[in-house]
């Protein structure tokens, strides 16, 4: 049974990955690492189980807190750069000049 | 040959979260419009955080539900109101092959990690009862053996909460300016435009109502239309000149000696006329 929860982590992970790479608009990317986390976060959660102690329980809430963090400051420099380039596709190439 | 099959809570929970969440994580990366991107990561994760349920961690669930679907997601639908909803992506391609190269990347990726987790998963399950002191031994490890991971996370949450203060703050261009700079513009408009450069008159001033639909008489007797806002004006039908003068002469008049009972018969007599 823990197989497959790892199974099905791993394929949320790569879908997430996938996404990463094929998407262009910022906010969506920053979903597809968001859906990372979580694959990384039901993996910690799966082993927790099948070892029977809580220390993956623990690390999965840690994940949590930092990625509410990082979702604090990404959001924050997203609608930055929102705001001086209208845009927030990370294709155009207005949005790489300094 | 009688298949025994014997499915508990637990797998049904499983395949049903599990079909759920990627379907979702499909969304995910499909939709053009971003608002069904973030409302497809909201299925992922509300499947993921029934899957902990089912798992033995009833806190997780909670967290999971509260802290991703609830906060994280609600600041990610707060931007895309901030950057336009109505905006869509354009999925095609800008590199010739990126699609076919991600897609062999991922395929890669996938296989790769299938092997390498498969690799850990040793030994018979044990399980974990979530009913049986799961907050209290979660607070108990929180507290002891990573107490200083703990410390480390509140600093980091105060300084991500002051860095997004200092990054969504806009710039300050100019100094703002005080009562010195503001009345050296009024009467520097004053020499240049022939602006008025006193107070504007209140609405009401001179007239009988201090409705703010009346507007201001000026000492001419003429009205002055800076008194009442321009909405107003355009909307209302606002009384005219004469009746304006006219209770101002009968105020004038009362003023001057006049007889104070007849001013108000006046007004019953305009009543009844009315």
């Known amino acids: ?98 | 040959m009688i298949l025994e099959i014997a499915i508990t809570g637990v797998e049904i929970t499983f395949w049903v979260c599990a079909v759920l969440a990627i379907l979702g994580a499909i969304g995910l990366v499909t939709f053009k419009k971003s608002v069904h991107c973030a409302l497809s990561l909201a299925l992922v994760m509300i499947s993921l955080a029934v899957i902990y349920a089912s798992l033995g961690a009833p806190y997780l669930f909670a967290v999971q539900i509260i802290v991703y679907t609830g906060a994280i997601l609600m600041l990610f639908l707060f931007v895309i109101m901030l950057v336009g909803v109505s905006a869509q992506d354009s999925l095609g391609e800008v590199v010739k092959g990126h699609r076919l190269a991600v897609g062999l990347a991922g395929v890669g990726v996938l296989a790769l990690l299938v092997f390498a987790v498969l690799q850990g998963v040793t030994g018979t399950p044990i399980g974990i009862d979530g009913n049986a002191n799961n907050i209290q031994g979660l607070a108990g490890l929180l507290f002891s053996r990573y107490v200083i991971a703990f410390e480390a996370t509140a600093a980091l949450l105060i300084t991500a909460a002051v860095a997004a203060m200092v990054l969504a703050h806009p710039e300050q261009l100019k100094k703002k300016p005080g009562q010195t700079e503001r009345a050296a513009a009024r009467l520097e408009a004053f020499i240049r435009l022939g602006t008025h450069p006193g107070p504007k008159p209140n609405s009401g001033v001179f007239a009988r109502h201090n409705s703010i639909a009346t507007p201001a008489l000026l000492p001419d007797g003429t009205v002055a239309p800076s008194s009442v806002s321009e909405v107003l004006a355009s909307r209302v039908a606002l009384p005219s000149v004469d009746e304006l003068m006219a209770a101002h002469d009968d105020v004038l008049w009362a003023l001057e000696g006049g007889d104070t009972y007849e001013i108000e018969t006046d007004l019953g007599q305009e009543k009844t006329n009315d």
Do not use: P, W
Not at chain 1, 46 to 61: N, P, R, T, V
Not at chain 1, 73 to 88: D, E, F, K, P, Q
């Open chain 1, 1 to 98: 049974m823990t197989s497959l929860y790892a199974v099905l982590a791993v394929i949320l992970f790569t879908i997430g990955l996938v996404g990463f790479m094929v998407r262009r608009n910022a906010l969506v990317i920053f979903m597809c690492i968001e859906l990372m986390l979580n694959a990384a976060n039901l993996l910690f959660v799966a082993f927790s189980s099948h070892h029977g102690i809580l220390d993956g329980q623990m690390a999965a809430f840690f994940v949590m807190v930092v990625a509410a963090a990082e979702v604090v400051i990404g959001l924050s420099i997203i609608v930055m750069i929102y705001r001086a380039r209208r845009t927030t596709s990370v294709d155009e190439e207005i949005v790489m000049k300094g």
